[in-house]
């Protein structure tokens, strides 16, 4: 069974500008877990997806988003990019919720000139 | 909010030695328990996981071990290896509100010298 697949893998962007970064989930995955890996502040949690409903969110201001499609694909959306949102975004998908298991893909290195 | 520290920081132990690495939790709601192991270039591979129900778990030579009381669970590593170098991060989940957030330590660069 594939695993989990982001693209692009890396991503280099201005300041000011917005990405668009994209996941599938493992087949059959129906939940999909978005965190943002960086040497300061470690994993840290941005939103997770189920069934096209956004089920949780992290502690990131609005320029954050997401969704997530009928075929469970997720995609994640920054606008006006800065500096420090330079960093390794990581999608995980797990079946279901209620602190199922999440497995994790190669994650997408962005740099924000 | 839930929050996680992990010790050492960084370990470095002779090939064939065992690796213990440390992880603490604040919400005693926190169930799930996955440890994770990060290699350059990748994303984070779960190794084990352990749930709130269960005080210890082995997967050949690795084993997790918790300590619901004392809100802390541990990682041990048997007979290390060369390729067991690598970044290993715990992590907390609730139920609370549902849903699969997953709130990690601070990881630990795990050396083994031949």
């Known amino acids: 069974k594939a695993g989990v697949t982001q693209t692009p893998r890396y991503l280099i962007k201005t300041r000011g500008q917005q990405v668009t970064l994209s996941c599938s989930p493992i087949?059959?995955?129906?939940?999909v877990s978005w965190y943002q890996q960086t040497p300061g502040q470690g994993l840290q949690f941005l939103f997770e997806?189920?069934?096209?409903?956004?089920?949780n969110k992290g502690n990131f201001p609005g320029r954050f988003s997401g969704r997530q499609f009928s075929n469970s694909r997720s995609e994640m959306n920054v606008s006006t990019l800065e500096l420090g949102d330079s960093a390794l975004y990581l999608c995980?998908?797990?079946?279901?919720?209620?602190?199922?298991?999440?497995?994790f893909g190669p994650g997408t290195r962005l740099t924000v000139l | 909010g839930e929050n996680v520290e992990q010790h050492p920081s960084t370990l470095s132990v002779q090939e064939g030695d065992s690796a213990v690495i440390k992880c603490t939790y604040s919400?005693?709601?926190?169930?799930?328990f996955p440890w994770y192991k990060q290699e350059l270039g990748k994303g984070p591979q779960l190794i084990i996981d352990?749930?709130?129900?269960?005080g210890e778990k082995k997967d050949q030579r690795i084993a997790v071990t918790l300590n619901k009381t004392a809100k802390h669970f541990s990682l041990h590593i048997t007979e290390t290896q060369p390729e067991d170098s690598a970044v290993y991060f715990c992590?907390?989940?609730?139920?609370?509100?549902?849903?699969?957030?997953?709130?990690f330590g601070t990881g630990t660069q795990l050396k083994v010298e031949l």
């Open positions: 992590a907390a989940s609730t139920v609370t509100g549902g849903g699969n957030k997953l709130t």
């Open positions: 997806y189920f069934s096209e409903t956004q089920r």
């Open positions: 919400d005693s709601a926190s169930n799930y």
């Open positions: 995980a998908s797990s079946y279901g919720l209620y602190t199922d298991t999440q497995y």
């Open positions: 087949s059959g995955h129906r939940s």
């Open positions: 352990i749930r709130s129900n269960v």
